[in-house]
């Protein structure tokens, strides 16, 4: 015959197979969480690497336009001075023949 202490280790078993089973489920979505989470940072960490590529070509471009337009700034500068000296020149050599 069953009697309640037969009945009492019944119902533990049974607690403890539920919460063997809970505690496997919980174990699982909480590393599906993590592996989400895991991811989403590698896509992040992409994301950030094409990001900081990209300033460094910008930076790069701007670098080599700015040695650019300072060559042309030197030939512009250059150009001007000889053309003030020269419309110098020819405004003194009116004035002397006056």
Known sequence: ????????????AFCALWFTAFLCWAI????????????ALDEARHVLVKIESAING???KLDHHGKLIDAFANVATAA????????????DEK????
């Open 28 to 39: 699982y979505h909480v590393a599906m969480v993590m592996r989400r989470v895991h991811l």
């Open 80 to 91: 001007a001075g000889s053309a003030l000296r020269t419309v110098k020149k020819q405004w």
């Open 1 to 12: 015959m069953i009697d309640s202490l037969d009945i009492l280790w019944i119902v533990l």
């Open 58 to 60: 910008v930076k790069d």
């Open 95 to 98: 004035r002397e023949e006056k």
